[in-house]
C-alpha cells in the first residue's frame, strides 16, 4: 500500500528553523517526484514546488523560491521541507504528494503537518 | 503567478449535474493538456479525482468527467451525491514548469 507519511504538528517562535519531513513506503520512493504544497488557515491550496528525490532535481515555485528548501533522502525514502527562519506568515497546513508514474497528477498525499508559528 | 479562476460555489440537489470552471491562460490551461482535479473535505487531504484534464484515477466514481476548450477546464459530476460536498481545486501546469492551484470551488449539495 501507498503511503506518505508526515511528520507531527510544530509550533514555533519567529526566526527559528523548522525542518518537516513526509517518509513514502509502498513504492519506489527515487522513481516518482514529490510535491510540497501549502495551505493557510481557511485558505486555498498553493503549489511550493517538487523535487525528483531520485536525482534531487527540485523546481521551485516563483513565490516559494529563497523562502524554502527541499531536500530528500533515499536511504530512507523520505522527502523534507525546510525554513532557515520561520515568520507568523509561514502558519499553515502543508502537504506532501506524490506524482503519479508517468502523468502529471498527484495522486497520493500526505496527512499534512500543521505548523504555527506564533510569539 | 496569478492562481487559476474558479468560481467561489456552486451547488445542486441530489441527482443533478453541476460544471465547475476553471480559467487560466495559454501559459497554463490552454497551453498544455495538463490540468488536474482535487476534492478536499474538511479536515482531510486533497484526493486526485482527474489529472490530465480528462482521465480518472482508478477507483474515482465515473460520475466525474473532465474537458477542457482554449483557456478554460471544467469539471462535471453529474448525479449530485450528497458525499460530493466538499472543496474542489484544479490546478495546471505551467510555462515556468512549476505548477499554479485554482482559487477553489465550494460544492453545497442540497
Given at each position: 500500500e501507498?503511503q506518505?507519511?508526515?511528520s507531527g504538528?510544530?509550533?514555533?517562535?519567529?526566526?527559528?528553523?523548522?525542518?518537516?519531513s513526509?517518509k513514502?513506503?509502498?513504492?519506489?520512493?527515487?522513481?516518482?517526484?514529490i510535491?510540497?504544497?501549502?495551505?493557510?488557515?481557511?485558505?486555498?491550496l498553493?503549489w511550493?514546488g517538487i523535487?525528483y528525490p531520485g536525482?534531487?532535481d527540485?523546481?521551485?515555485?516563483?513565490?516559494?523560491?529563497?523562502q524554502?528548501?527541499?531536500?530528500?533522502d533515499?536511504?530512507i525514502s523520505?522527502?523534507?521541507?525546510?525554513?532557515s527562519s520561520l515568520?507568523?506568515?509561514d502558519?499553515a497546513?502543508?502537504?506532501?504528494?506524490?506524482?503519479l508514474?508517468?502523468?502529471k497528477?498527484?495522486?497520493y498525499?500526505g496527512?499534512?503537518t500543521?505548523?504555527t508559528v506564533s510569539? | 503567478?496569478?492562481?487559476?479562476?474558479q468560481?467561489?460555489?456552486v451547488?445542486?440537489?441530489?441527482g443533478?449535474?453541476?460544471?465547475?470552471s476553471c480559467?487560466?491562460?495559454?501559459s497554463?490551461?490552454g497551453?498544455?493538456?495538463?490540468?488536474?482535479w482535487y476534492?478536499?473535505?474538511p479536515g482531510?487531504?486533497?484526493k486526485?479525482?482527474?489529472?490530465?484534464?480528462?482521465n480518472?484515477p482508478s477507483g474515482?466514481s465515473?460520475?466525474?468527467?473532465g474537458s477542457?476548450?482554449?483557456n478554460t477546464a471544467?469539471?462535471?459530476i453529474?448525479g449530485?451525491?450528497?458525499e460530493?460536498?466538499a472543496d474542489y481545486y484544479?490546478?495546471s501546469y505551467?510555462?515556468?514548469?512549476?505548477?499554479?492551484?485554482?482559487?477553489?470551488?465550494?460544492l453545497t449539495?442540497?
Amino acid at each position: 500500500e501507498v503511503q506518505l507519511v508526515q511528520s507531527g504538528a510544530e509550533v514555533k517562535k519567529p526566526g527559528e528553523s523548522l525542518k518537516i519531513s513526509c517518509k513514502g513506503s509502498g513504492y519506489s520512493f527515487t522513481n516518482h517526484w514529490i510535491a510540497w504544497v501549502r495551505q493557510m488557515p481557511g485558505k486555498g491550496l498553493e503549489w511550493m514546488g517538487i523535487i525528483y528525490p531520485g536525482d534531487s532535481d527540485i523546481k521551485y515555485s516563483p513565490s516559494f523560491q529563497g523562502q524554502v528548501t527541499f531536500s530528500a533522502d533515499k536511504s530512507i525514502s523520505t522527502a523534507y521541507l525546510q525554513w532557515s527562519s520561520l515568520k507568523a506568515s509561514d502558519t499553515a497546513t502543508y502537504y506532501c504528494a506524490r506524482r503519479l508514474p508517468t502523468a502529471k497528477g498527484f495522486d497520493y498525499w500526505g496527512q499534512g503537518t500543521l505548523v504555527t508559528v506564533s510569539s | 503567478q496569478s492562481a487559476l479562476t474558479q468560481p467561489a460555489s456552486v451547488s445542486g440537489s441530489p441527482g443533478q449535474s453541476i460544471t465547475i470552471s476553471c480559467t487560466g491562460t495559454s501559459s497554463d490551461v490552454g497551453g498544455y493538456n495538463y490540468v488536474s482535479w482535487y476534492q478536499q473535505r474538511p479536515g482531510k487531504a486533497p484526493k486526485l479525482m482527474i489529472y490530465e484534464v480528462s482521465n480518472r484515477p482508478s477507483g474515482v466514481s465515473n460520475r466525474f468527467s473532465g474537458s477542457k476548450s482554449g483557456n478554460t477546464a471544467s469539471l462535471t459530476i453529474s448525479g449530485l451525491q450528497a458525499e460530493d460536498e466538499a472543496d474542489y481545486y484544479c490546478s495546471s501546469y505551467t510555462s515556468t514548469t512549476t505548477r499554479v492551484f485554482g482559487g477553489g470551488t465550494k460544492l453545497t449539495v442540497l
